[in-house]
Every structure is written in C-alpha cells, then in structure tokens.
C-alpha cells in the first residue's frame, strides 16, 4: 500500500508535468471526482457528474470535453464518461493528494471545514511536499504514543492561551 501510493503520486504527478500543468484547479476537481466515483463503476455519466459537483449539465459537458482535449477522459455515446490509461493514473495523483492532505488535518485535529480546507490546500501543494505529509501520517499511524503526546501538548498550549487571555 505504501509503495503503491507512492508510486502513483509520483507518476500521476510526471504526467501532469509532461502536460506542463494544462489542466487548471476547476479541471482537477472534475477529474478527482471522475476517478472517484470510477472507481466503483468503472466509468461516470455526465448527469451523475454533474449532479455530484453541483453544476449545470452544460458546464459539465464542456468541461469533459478539455478533459477529452487533454487526453484524461473518453467521451463519447450515451453520456457515459471512462478515463484513459493516463486520466486512471492522474485521477489517481489527484486522489490520493485529497486523502493525504485531509488526513494530515484530521491528524492536527482540524474539524471544522475540514472538506473546504483540503479543497483549498490541494490545487497548489507540490508533489515533494505530499510525499512528506504522507509519510508524516504515515510515521504517526505507526507511531501512535507521538500522535497522543502531540493532543496532550496542543491541549495544554490551548489552556496556557485561555489563562493568558483570562
Ligand atoms: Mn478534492
């Protein structure tokens, strides 16, 4: 599992170079949800996406089709949208990206938001910088004892704030 996601991230991420980052934040919303909901189905129609991101089934479409354009999505008959090889292995980037980054929140004890602030996080982080997220959730997962110390230590930070401003 640790190999794989790090595998994928980083190819996900070679591709997207390749492309010299064509594709923009609102792009890579629509393929995150694309490879999300594929991975159940294997593919997504255009009335399901656009319901899933609260769009018009027009915007929808014409952003489908700069996913067709930059070579990340098939779309042809039906409304019925499939990812290319190379879609699978950006959505996958994408993916992961958003499950590393909300981790890392939850991690800190972030609740509040914790959807809109990955959302705001994801679109500019470097691949570099995920990769040391990653394996920091990862250290804490294995480590459990620091998790524990690091709550104790913010709550006690926490009340040393309260009584200051008492
Ligand atoms: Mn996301």
Redesign the pocket.
Known sequence: MKGKMEFHTVRGYQLLEQDKRVLTSSME?YL?MIYRHSLESGYIRINTLSELLNVHPSSATKMVQKLVKSGMVNYQKYGIIFLTEKGKQVGQY?YDR?NIIEKFLSIIGINENILVE??LI?HNISPNTLLNIDLFNKFLEENPDFAERFREFKEARSGTITGRDA
């Open positions: 919303d995150e994408l958003h990955t959302e994801e």
